[in-house]
């Protein structure tokens, strides 16, 4: 008797509703700017590595004429740090006019004219990790309406400056004003890992409904002991995460693999 009632459970696990943007029915693959890049913004000093327009152009490049395209990798993703200091006179969100002359509709273009993708950034607080502007619980439905108008096709919502209840209305209400939108957008949630990444604080199957994935773990640095420490808190924890996952819904590792196998070795002289 036993025996059946855990057969039945893991079975109910299984058949898990997905996000139904029809999105990510494998995991998505492709480009994120922060492992490497950060917040640096210093584009007179250092412009072949700042947060810019320019940056995103090149890795599009890479991955568009290098191979990558054909692998998979078609996701080009904005991080924190790209956007101006100031929302624009109608409340929205804009980028930086230096770094990003062309504005996020044109680099969602540039990206879609090459079979590739674009992903951006924002965050749950009143002000991102970094300190540019947030989007807050009564902000959400103007950005999500912004990134649509823009053609982002993946949005990734960090979790700094806000509490857990702010959390809980938050990360649903996006995914609804992404849905309302229209447009299909990727939703990456850093839900968990503000919540320490398993029950009872977090809940995988109400995410699985929301967000196409989800960061579980703390960030991925340019160090082996950084990928290492994550992969051991994966295998600690696989009963819980593995059940999580399914077509549409993804745990996220903080592309690990991605960035590693990515095209900033490419780069290098
Ligand atoms: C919005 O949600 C509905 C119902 O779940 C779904 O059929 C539709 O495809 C979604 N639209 C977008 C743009 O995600
Ligand atoms: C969470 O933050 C909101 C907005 O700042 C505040 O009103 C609320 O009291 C906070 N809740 C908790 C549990 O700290
Ligand atoms: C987790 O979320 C699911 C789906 O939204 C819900 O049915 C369930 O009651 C939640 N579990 C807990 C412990 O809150």
């Not at 693959?29 to 210093?42: H, N, P």
């Not at 990003?100 to 965050?123: C, E, N, Q």
């Not at 540019?132 to 979790?159: C, N, R, S």
Request: charged share 20%; proline share 6%; with cysteine.
């Amino acid at each position: 008797m036993h025996f059946t009632v855990i057969v039945f459970a893991s079975a109910l696990s299984v058949i898990t509703f997905a996000l139904d943007n029809g999105l990510m029915r494998t995991p998505p693959m492709g480009w994120l700017a922060w492992e490497r890049f950060r917040c640096d913004i210093d584009c007179e000093h250092d412009p072949k590595n700042c947060i810019s327009e320019s940056l995103f152009i090149d890795m599009a490049d890479r991955l568009a004429e290098d191979g990558w395209r054909e692998l998979g990798y078609v996701y080009v993703n904005i991080d924190d740090c790209w956007s101006s200091k100031e929302r624009d006179q109608q409340g929205r969100l804009q980028a930086d006019p230096k770094r990003f002359p062309g504005g996020i509709h044109k680099l969602a273009r540039y990206m879609h004219d090459r079979g590739l993708k674009l992903g951006i950034y924002g965050d749950m607080g009143t002000l991102t990790c970094g300190g540019y502007p947030g989007t807050p619980l009564d902000k959400i439905e103007i950005d999500a309406q912004t990134f649509a108008e823009w053609e982002v096709d993946m949005f990734k919502y960090d979790g700094c400056w806000s509490n857990a209840t702010e959390q809980e209305q938050g990360y649903p209400l996006m995914s609804k004003a992404l849905n309302a939108t229209g447009r299909p957008i990727g939703y990456s949630c850093s839900w968990p890992a503000y919540q320490g990444g398993l029950p009872p604080k977090v809940n995988y199957s109400q995410l699985g409904e929301i967000c196409n994935l989800w960061r579980n773990y703390g960030d991925i640095d340019d160090s082996w002991d950084s990928i290492l420490n994550i992969i051991d808190w994966f295998f600690e924890n696989q009963e819980v995460l593995i059940p999580a996952a399914g077509p549409g819904r993804w745990n996220d590792p903080d592309m690990v693999f991605v960035v590693m196998t990515c095209p900033t070795a490419t780069l290098q002289p």
